[in-house]
C-alpha cells in the first residue's frame, strides 16, 4: 500500500556530496518512521539513519555521524538522505524503508524502496 522511490545515486569521487531523495505515495507519509539502510557487495545490509513521522527525532549510525543527515518534507511525502565527504567505503545500494516504529532494525520497516547505487571512486 506505500511504494517508496528512491533517486539521487550515482557515482561520486571520494569527498564529494549526494543528495538522495525517496517519495512516497501512501496517504498517510506523516505518521511513518522513515529510515535508510545501506548494502554494500558482499555485506550485509545496515542501517543508516532514521526520522520520526513529524522530524522531531533523527537517528543516526556512528558510522557515518558527522557526514550524513536525514530530512523529510511530510507536505511533499519525501525524505532526503544528504551525504558529505563521500567515501569509497560508503559504495553500497542504499534503500528508503517505511515503518510505524524507530528503530535500527531492518525488520520493522514494512515497506521498502528498490534502492538507488551509490558509488565512490578514489
Known amino acids: 500500500q506505500v511504494q517508496l522511490v528512491e533517486s539521487g545515486g550515482g557515482l561520486v569521487q571520494a569527498g564529494g556530496s549526494l543528495r538522495l531523495s525517496c517519495v512516497a505515495s501512501?496517504?498517510?507519509?506523516?505518521?511513518?518512521?522513515m529510515a535508510w539502510f545501506r548494502q554494500a557487495p558482499g555485506k550485509e545490509r545496515e542501517f543508516v539513519t532514521a526520522?520520526?513521522?513529524?522530524?522531531?527525532?533523527?537517528y543516526i549510525s556512528n558510522s557515518v555521524k558527522g557526514r550524513f543527515t536525514i530530512s523529510r518534507d511530510n507536505a511533499k511525502n519525501t525524505v532526503y538522505l544528504q551525504i558529505l565527504s563521500l567515501k569509497p567505503e560508503d559504495t553500497a545500494v542504499y534503500y528508503c524503508?517505511?515503518?510505524?516504529?524507530?528503530?535500527?532494525?531492518?525488520?520493522?520497516?514494512?515497506?521498502w524502496g528498490q534502492g538507488t547505487q551509490v558509488t565512490v571512486s578514489s
Open positions: 501512501g496517504r498517510t507519509f506523516s505518521t511513518y518512521t
Open positions: 524503508a517505511a515503518g510505524l516504529r524507530d528503530s535500527p532494525i531492518a525488520t520493522f520497516y514494512d515497506y
Open positions: 526520522i520520526s513521522g513529524s522530524g522531531a527525532k533523527t
